[in-house]
């Protein structure tokens, strides 16, 4: 079955390293997503992409990339990490269908278990 | 985006009807209402979406009023697997998720 995957499923880190959080689709969807997760403020988007060679940042992008190699992967980066940064990530991808009506599966986002990282 | 208000949290009784509302009262005529959900300690899951339309899957019904300025989504035979945050929210269809606070449902036995 199609599936989307994460990993590591549970990361401990020191301030300043860089770490990568994988994100794999198996649905051969376009567009892929990163989101953050924190008591009190619901899920944030980081960055996103709509394919190959395509990024563009999301609302607290700074501090994370990614890229965009193929279809089925979007690493989130973190470039020197901080204790700020100790959170849950999911990553998300969903199909960009060129039908239109309620039944388009466009906006219906798939997400991942998630990665808890903690930066100490 | 629409701004979108939940109640904070709601409780119901399992093998009963949830209910749970949302106020998006400055929706555009563009803009179409989703709902997801969390389980603890999982990603979100697409429950529904829906414009005008009152709207039914496997899942749950969406039930959206005349004027589009508020909607609520029923789960009809709450289950304790139920017990989840349910966010709902407004946008445009080719806008990516802006997701708030949501409602937590308790179901209890």
């Known amino acids: 079955d199609a599936e989307i995957t994460q990993s590591p499923r549970h990361k401990i880190t020191e301030t300043g390293r860089q770490v990568t959080l994988a994100c794999h689709q198996t649905w051969n969807h376009n567009n892929m997503f990163w989101y953050r997760q924190d008591l009190g403020h619901g899920l944030r988007l980081i960055h996103y992409?709509?394919?190959?060679?395509?990024?563009n940042k999301g609302e607290v992008s700074d501090g994370y990339s990614v890229s965009r190699s193929n279809t089925e992967d979007l690493p989130l980066t973190l470039e020197s990490a901080a204790s700020s940064q100790t959170s849950v990530y999911f990553c998300a991808s969903s199909d960009q269908s060129s039908t239109d009506g309620l039944a388009g599966a466009y906006n219906e986002q798939f997400f991942g278990p998630g990665t808890r990282l903690t930066v100490l | 985006d629409a701004k979108t208000t939940q109640p904070p949290s709601m409780d119901c009784a399992e093998g009963r009807a949830a209910n749970l509302p949302c106020n998006h009262s400055t929706i555009s005529g563009n803009e179409y209402v989703y709902w997801y959900r969390q389980i603890h300690s999982q990603g979100p899951q697409y429950i529904i979406h829906?414009?005008?339309n009152n709207e039914t899957n496997e899942m749950a019904s969406l039930i959206i009023t005349e004027d589009r300025k508020s909607s609520t989504l029923i789960l009809p035979h709450a289950t304790l697997r139920d017990t989840a945050v349910y966010y709902c929210i407004v946008k445009p269809r080719f806008q990516k998720l802006v997701f708030g606070t949501g409602t937590r449902l308790l179901v209890s036995p």
């Open positions: 829906g414009l005008k």
């Open positions: 992409s709509y394919g190959v060679q395509d990024t």
